[in-house]
């Protein structure tokens, strides 16, 4: 187990490498110029003079290949040079807005985990009856809406009519509960449809018909055949929906002025603060490779086929 652990930790190496190589080539190719938003966001006019200071104190005068290679040695260090808006440390900002952020997506990953499980095994077990039916069309009603048009429907209907719940900002428990049930939806959806459909698969399979022959109760098939093997698709499925929530939480930070990460991003991305953008994608790219890293250990601890041995894995 350790040994696959190690190597699937080795194979995230290359792939930040990459992931890196292409950001830091995709935002200074482009035709947006970072010493004129420095500048811009400096207010000095940029004359010609003005221009060639700003890149050659941005280190822009050097060759890309040069560039990169300085950024990445000081990436590594988790210093990500410093924001064109508010002059001070990249790093020191995103680590700040961070926690709101995860904050954010483990309550929405929470809420899928919590209400998807248990209505997609009522789904399953009414299958064709009116609960069946009413859980499905939730299902592909959520699945259908924008996520970014439900928010706004839940801050007309619960802050602005009902006055239940605040729209804006950060603060106890009932701030998060909006912008969670927004970003949440649509894994939640899935969820639902993934379970139920696995569940009605291993309900009808041969080795649950031979163990209801053998007279084991129903109860004991449920929970130790059905539900177990049902599950295993959708802790994979669930390494997938890391990348839905996060990707969410921007949207949702944006709506509900929530101080995190991705409305941090959001504004650098208006801003044109390349330092900050490429420091946000990096480390949502390291976090959900890292997500994905443990999803497949539990994958591979959840799956009886599996077998570790020095050279991998493979099925037994």
């Given at each position: 187990?350790?040994?696959?652990?190690?190597?699937?930790?080795?194979m995230?190496?290359?792939?930040?490498?990459?992931?890196?190589?292409?950001?830091?080539t995709?935002?200074?190719?482009?035709?947006?110029?970072?010493?004129m938003?420095?500048?811009?966001?400096?207010?000095?006019?940029?004359?010609?003079?003005?221009?060639?200071?700003?890149?050659?104190?941005?280190?822009?005068?050097?060759?890309l290949?040069?560039?990169?290679?300085d950024?990445?040695?000081?990436?590594?260090?988790?210093d990500?040079?410093?924001?064109?808006?508010?002059?001070a440390?990249?790093t020191?900002?995103?680590l700040?807005?961070l926690?709101?952020?995860?904050?954010?997506?483990?309550v929405?990953?929470?809420?899928?985990?919590?209400?998807?499980?248990?209505?997609?095994m009522?789904?399953?077990?009414?299958?064709?009856?009116?609960?069946?039916n009413?859980?499905?069309?939730f299902a592909?009603?959520?699945?259908?809406?924008?996520s970014?048009?439900?928010?706004?429907?839940?801050?007309?209907l619960?802050?602005?009519?009902?006055?239940?719940?605040p729209?804006?900002g950060?603060?106890?428990?009932?701030?998060?509960?909006?912008?969670?049930?927004?970003?949440?939806?649509?894994?939640?959806?899935i969820?639902?449809?993934?379970?139920?459909?696995?569940?009605l698969?291993?309900?009808?399979?041969?080795?649950?018909?031979?163990?209801?022959?053998?007279g084991?109760q129903?109860?004991?098939?449920?929970?130790h055949?059905?539900?177990k093997?049902?599950?295993?698709?959708?802790v994979?499925?669930?390494?997938?929906?890391?990348?839905?929530?996060?990707g969410?939480?921007?949207?949702?930070?944006?709506?509900?002025?929530?101080?995190?990460?991705?409305?941090?991003?959001?504004?650098?991305?208006?801003?044109?603060?390349?330092p900050?953008m490429?420091?946000?994608?990096?480390?949502?790219?390291?976090?959900?490779?890292?997500c994905?890293?443990?999803?497949?250990?539990?994958y591979a601890?959840l799956?009886?086929?599996?077998?570790?041995?020095?050279?991998?894995?493979?099925?037994?």
């Amino acid at each position: 187990m350790g040994k696959f652990i190690l190597k699937r930790f080795l194979m995230l190496i290359p792939m930040l490498f990459v992931v890196s190589v292409v950001v830091f080539t995709l935002l200074h190719s482009g035709p947006n110029d970072p010493a004129m938003s420095y500048l811009r966001l400096s207010n000095i006019p940029p004359t010609d003079a003005a221009l060639a200071f700003a890149r050659s104190e941005l280190g822009l005068d050097k060759p890309l290949f040069t560039q990169y290679i300085d950024w990445i040695a000081h990436a590594v260090r988790l210093d990500f040079g410093i924001s064109y808006v508010t002059k001070a440390p990249v790093t020191k900002h995103l680590l700040h807005y961070l926690p709101n952020t995860l904050y954010l997506a483990g309550v929405s990953f929470l809420l899928t985990i919590v209400f998807s499980i248990p209505l997609g095994m009522i789904a399953a077990k009414y299958r064709g009856k009116w609960q069946d039916n009413v859980l499905r069309a939730f299902a592909y009603s959520g699945v259908s809406i924008p996520s970014f048009w439900f928010a706004f429907l839940m801050i007309f209907l619960f802050a602005i009519k009902l006055k239940w719940l605040p729209a804006l900002g950060i603060g106890g428990l009932r701030y998060v509960i909006m912008p969670a049930v927004s970003v949440s939806l649509m894994s939640m959806c899935i969820n639902t449809r993934l379970i139920r459909g696995n569940m009605l698969e291993q309900m009808y399979s041969r080795h649950i018909t031979y163990a209801r022959f053998r007279g084991v109760q129903e109860r004991f098939i449920t929970g130790h055949h059905v539900l177990k093997n049902s599950f295993i698709p959708v802790v994979t499925a669930m390494g997938m929906h890391i990348g839905e929530i996060l990707g969410g939480a921007v949207v949702a930070e944006v709506i509900f002025a929530w101080p995190g990460v991705g409305r941090y991003a959001v504004s650098a991305i208006y801003n044109r603060d390349f330092p900050v953008m490429q420091c946000f994608i990096l480390m949502m790219t390291v976090i959900f490779v890292l997500c994905n890293l443990l999803t497949d250990i539990l994958y591979a601890s959840l799956d009886p086929r599996i077998r570790f041995n020095e050279g991998g894995v493979h099925d037994a």
